[in-house]
């Protein structure tokens, strides 16, 4: 069964950093684009960062310069590693698949995870 699932959630303070990876089963990586998704109680599920098949990266305005996509491969894993994290940052983080990005966010998406929560204090 083809899936994804996110692990590396936690509580940290403003300033610190998490690293987030999704495991990602099969072939899913190399048919489709990439990403991290985040939703927040109460606001609308937004993008934050895509990745596809040829390395293409993009990230959303609020965590350019701050939290970085990659993935291995060889591990069929995805990363996302955030740091100077804010209290704004905090959100359930999905990993997910999708056939379009634009501007660090995913679209048409296929596959997602359950998520893992991110907490950020101030």
């Known amino acids: 069964q083809e899936q994804l699932v996110e692990s590396g959630g936690g509580s940290v303070q403003a300033g610190g950093s998490l690293r987030l990876s999704c495991a990602v089963s099969?072939?899913?990586?190399?048919?489709?684009?990439m990403g991290w998704l985040r939703q927040a109680p109460g606001k609308e599920r937004e993008g934050v960062a895509t990745?596809?098949?040829?390395?293409?990266?993009s990230y959303a305005d609020s965590v350019k310069g701050r939290f970085t996509i990659s993935q291995d491969n060889a591990k069929n894993t995805l990363y996302l590693q955030m740091n100077s994290l804010k209290p704004e940052d905090s959100a359930m983080y999905y990993c997910?698949?999708?056939?379009?990005?634009?501007?660090?966010?995913?679209?048409?998406?296929?596959?997602r995870g359950k998520g893992t929560l991110v907490t950020i204090s101030s």
């Open positions: 990745i596809g098949s040829a390395g293409t990266i």
């Open positions: 997910a698949a999708g056939r379009a990005v634009l501007r660090g966010n995913l679209y048409a998406i296929t596959y």
């Open positions: 099969g072939d899913i990586a190399s048919r489709y684009y």
